[in-house]
């Protein structure tokens, strides 16, 4: 298996709290990505990055920020929680081949907010 | 935008059966295509990926099958077992430089002792 940690696996917190919820590799990949896992929607990316300071938004980024200020770690920030954002949380990795191109996903992490 | 979509949603089956797991995808401008498996609670693990080149990939007793400019990929499962009962999904890798995954809902799959 891929090194890929996530932390905390579980949280509960409450409206309008912050929390960052951290992945981290061991595999010197460069691309990095947080999804959001929800009944009925499926998997939907919410921000990556493809080196150290270097982020993009993905299709659910509103209320969420990231930081990548080393390699190994990529942080998913929500400044002000709220209830839609209740959900299983998953990091990914891959390397640059492209083609042969394959994400290999973490344990995730279950985030209420109550 | 991609949208991918997979048929059936769930599915249930005696042991021993081959099955076919499908999934279609609206934008044939990919890099590859990767099938996931999901166990609850868990994490997702690669399967399989088929790059846009090929036609077919097989590992063990799965095979995906891959028509790029149909939108329509297969996989393929024989000889089922209990111990395959999970949610398969799969990813479509869109090409450009976001490279991102674009999953389907999944289809759940149980296989009956």
């Known amino acids: 298996d891929a090194g890929i940690t996530q932390s905390p696996r579980h949280k509960v917190t409450e409206t309008g709290t912050p929390v960052t919820l951290r992945c981290h590799q061991t595999?010197?990949?460069?691309?990095m990505y947080w999804y959001r896992q929800d009944p009925g929607h499926g998997l939907r990316l919410i921000h990556y990055?493809?080196?150290?300071?270097?982020?993009d938004k993905g299709e659910v980024s509103d209320g969420y920020s990231v930081s990548r200020s080393k390699t190994e770690d990529f942080l998913l920030t929500l400044e002000s929680a709220t209830s839609s954002q209740t959900s299983v949380y998953f990091c990914?990795?891959?390397?640059?081949?492209?083609?042969?191109?394959?994400?290999?996903f973490g344990p995730g992490t279950r985030l209420t907010v109550l | 935008k991609q949208e991918v979509t997979q048929i059936p949603a769930a599915l249930s089956v005696p042991e021993g059966e081959n099955l076919v797991l499908n999934c279609s995808f609206t934008d044939s401008a990919i890099y590859n295509l990767q099938w996931f498996r999901q166990d609850p609670g868990k994490g997702l693990t690669s399967l399989l990926l088929?790059?846009?080149?090929?036609r077919e990939q097989t590992s063990g007793r799965l095979n995906a099958s891959l028509d790029k400019s149909s939108g329509r990929s297969t996989l393929y499962i024989a000889a089922s077992q209990p111990g395959d009962s999970a949610t398969y999904l799969c990813?479509?890798?869109?090409?450009?430089?976001?490279?991102?995954?674009?999953f389907g809902s999944g289809t759940q799959l149980t296989v009956l002792p």
């Open positions: 990055s493809y080196g150290v300071k270097d982020t």
């Open positions: 595999e010197n990949h460069r691309y």
């Open positions: 088929i790059q846009s080149s090929q």
């Open positions: 990813a479509p890798l869109s090409s450009g430089s976001a490279r991102q995954l674009t």
């Open positions: 990914a990795i891959s390397d640059l081949a492209a083609s042969t191109d394959t994400q290999y």
